[in-house]
Structures are given as C-alpha cells and as structure tokens.
Nanobody
Framework: QVQLVESGGGLVQAGGSLRLSCTAS????????MAWFRQAPGKERQNVAC????????KYVDSVKGRFTISRDNAKNTVYLQMNSLKPEDTAVYYC?????????????????WGQGTQVTVSS
C-alpha cells in the first residue's frame, strides 16, 4: 500500500509560479512511476505529466510543455511539479498518482494509488 500526500497548491496570479510536492510512503519508491493529473470543474480528469521510476523519462500534455516540469527525488520519496507561466486555464484540483511498476503511463487506469488532491487557482 502506498499513501500519497500532496502540498504546494494555492492562489496565484497569471504568469506566476507554483511548485507542487507529493510525498509517498513505502520503501520502494523508485519502483513506482509517478504522475500528476488535474481536474477542472465540469471537466474530466486529465494527465498533466508523468515520470518513470528512475526519473529518466518524462511526458507532458501539450498544453503544459515548456511551462511545467515534473521531477522526483527518490531519496526523499517525493515527486514535484514545477509550474511556471501559469494561466487561468490551469486552475484545477491537482492529483498525484503512483503506479505499481516503474514504467510511466499517461492513462488514469494504470495508476493504483492517488493523493487527496490540492487546489491550484490562477487568477487573471
């Protein structure tokens, strides 16, 4: 069982930055591919970024490429999402998710463990 705790959400003006963190329980964090998803009101949950267990591979949804960076520190059991040049359309609840294997995926159904979510609000 893996428990995920997110932090770092908040209110920011357009053009600003936030860094989300997600800390996982467990002793084999490097065996878990990780991902960030988001869900805006009235919309389906969407994958934002994912990262392999080693951290060597990443993928992003087109709308955040060049603005967001996913990274991980396996010694700290933590994955990060650095969000720069934020736009009002980035407003959503952001969820951290862990897979049971190290191969990353952008599919929601591939992730077995989920955090509680953290709200990100970008004002115009």
């Amino acid at each position: 069982q893996v428990q995920l705790v997110e932090s770092g959400g908040g209110l920011v003006q357009a053009g600003g930055s936030l860094r989300l963190s997600c800390t996982a329980s467990g002793r084999t964090f490097s065996s878990n591919a990780m991902a960030w998803f988001r869900q805006a009101p009235g919309k389906e949950r969407q994958n934002v970024a994912c990262i392999s267990g080693s951290g060597g591979w990443t993928k992003y949804v087109d709308s955040v490429k060049g603005r967001f960076t996913i990274s991980r520190d396996n010694a700290k059991n933590t994955v990060y999402l650095q969000m720069n040049s934020l736009k009002p359309e980035d407003t959503a609840v952001y969820y951290c998710a862990a897979r049971t294997i190290a191969i990353m995926s952008r599919q929601e159904y591939d992730y077995a463990y989920w955090g509680q979510g953290t709200q990100v609000t970008v004002s115009s």
